[in-house]
């Protein structure tokens, strides 16, 4: 199925551990820089893992009035900051014409305000189980939609307002909703951001009890390591991408900067497992043929993969069997390329942030590394182009991003070069 009309992208903007802002952002990303460093914002030292992919430099007062940041749980103020970068790129709050009640919010998130539920119980229990000392900001901190509902006040959007949740998929979910309302003329455009402030003693704790993290600390440095014989798990990482997204009618009228286009999607279920993908990837691959034939490029003329690639022993060699699936021969032509290495797993900013790094991959023609793989496991091959290491330069044209979430949720994500 093709879809009814054009849907393109004009604006992002970031926070994350690689850049606080789309210019060093993209600076990082292109020289292989790793995000990763030693837990600060606990005593990690009883943690089996007790580093992370922090945001360097945040301080909220730069951005928000001290009662905001009162209100905020941290994933909702990474959430609001890489919004506003959006929205200031695009241009879309200039125009003249704008019809407010035709630009909607979808806000994603996987666990959302789990700190602020982390402090308002610890506080309750110190303060003998007095429910006096509940915060009454306490609510709206923890809710995920929290953040479309507030992005939609700070700049009076009166369209469609919601959020998605579904684990690591759940903002690449937001992008696909945003283009399916875009088709049904529910929108003319639509903000979409996904955040996640996940480096705290719950976030941490509970993914070393299901043994999904890199436990590295001896070379902690090096521990995201997609591909690589030696990997453990997964570095946790925290920040936010936001996309403005619009119509191609609507975007041409406004005269906007257009960045690139969505040329297809698709989504689907494992119904394997709740944490582990199926080890034969058989509806990721259904997955990914769906994309293609979505964007109408059934000859798979695609130059870049950007794989989801966490780093685990059984996730990567489940997508890269999936891709020599799809892709055949063809896949040692085309280059592959895994940027959790660099800014460790976002969990649900995942989609919005491995989305922009496909849109900077278009408009800077070339393919961001997969940095810290010294030994690729021979379960993966050593025929495939990986991009170890640096950059390279290619003429891109087409985008594969996908994104997968526990639960078995899968999504994929076609962005094409954009012209006139």
């Known amino acids: ?13 970031v926070i ?73 790129h695009s241009g879309l709050l200039n125009y003249s014409n704008l019809d407010k009640e035709k630009v909607g919010v979808i806000s994603a998130s996987g666990v ?23 915060n009454p900001f306490f609510v709206t901190k923890m809710l995920i939609d929290s953040v479309a509902g507030y992005v939609s006040i700070q700049y009076g959007l009166k369209g469609l307002n919601f959020s998605t949740v579904s684990a690591c998929a759940s903002s690449a979910h937001a992008i696909i909703s945003a283009v399916q309302n875009i088709q049904l003329g529910m929108a003319d455009a639509i903000i979409v951001a996904g955040s996640e402030a996940p480096i705290h003693e719950a976030g941490i704790g ?29 570095v946790m990482g925290e920040g936010a991408g936001a996309l403005v997204i619009e119509s191609l009618e609507h975007a041409q009228k406004r005269g906007a900067n257009i960045l690139a286009e969505i040329s297809g999607y698709a989504m689907n279920a494992d119904a394997h497992h709740i944490t582990a993908p199926s080890p ?10 769906q994309a293609l034939a979505n964007a109408q490029i059934l000859n798979k003329p695609i130059d870049f993969i950007n794989t989801h690639a966490t780093s685990t022993p059984i996730g990567d060699i489940a997508e890269i069997n999936a891709l020599k699936t799809v892709f055949g021969k063809d896949l ?8 959790k290495s660099m800014t460790g797993h976002l969990l ?25 793989t010294k030994e690729i496991d021979e379960q993966i091959g050593m025929d495939l182009n990986l991009t170890l290491g640096q950059t390279q330069k290619r003429n891109i044209k087409y985008v594969l991003n996908n994104n997968f979430g526990f639960g078995g949720h899968n999504t994929s994500l076609i962005f094409k070069k954009f012209t006139n």
Do not use: H, W
Request: net charge positive; with cysteine.
């Open 280 to 289: 034969a990837g058989e509806m990721i691959i259904k997955n990914m043929q």
């Open 1 to 13: 199925m093709k879809f009814l009309k054009p849907v393109v992208i004009t604006g992002y903007g």
């Open 348 to 372: 649900g900013a995942a989609g919005v942030t491995e989305s922009i790094i496909s849109i900077l991959a278009i408009q800077y023609q070339q393919v961001p590394p997969t940095i810290n």
């Open 16 to 88: 994350t551990p690689i850049g606080n802002n789309i210019q060093s952002f993209t600076n990082n990303l292109f020289l292989g820089k790793s995000g990763i460093g030693s837990i600060t914002k606990f005593d990690a030292s009883k943690f089996r893992t007790q580093f992370a992919c922090e945001v360097k430099n945040y301080q909220p007062e730069d951005f928000f009035e001290k009662k905001e940041v009162r209100k905020y749980d941290l994933f909702t103020q990474y959430a609001l900051v890489a919004t506003k970068e959006a929205i200031e």
């Open 206 to 234: 509970s993914f070393n009890a299901l043994r999904a993290l890199s436990e590295k600390n001896d070379n902690f440095e090096n521990a995201c390591r997609p591909f690589d014989k030696n990997r453990d798990g997964f």
């Open 112 to 134: 959302g305000g789990v700190q602020t539920f982390q402090q308002e119980m610890k506080t309750y229990y110190e303060q003998a189980k007095n429910p006096r000392y509940f």
């Open 332 to 339: 040692s032509s085309i280059n592959i390329s895994a940027p």
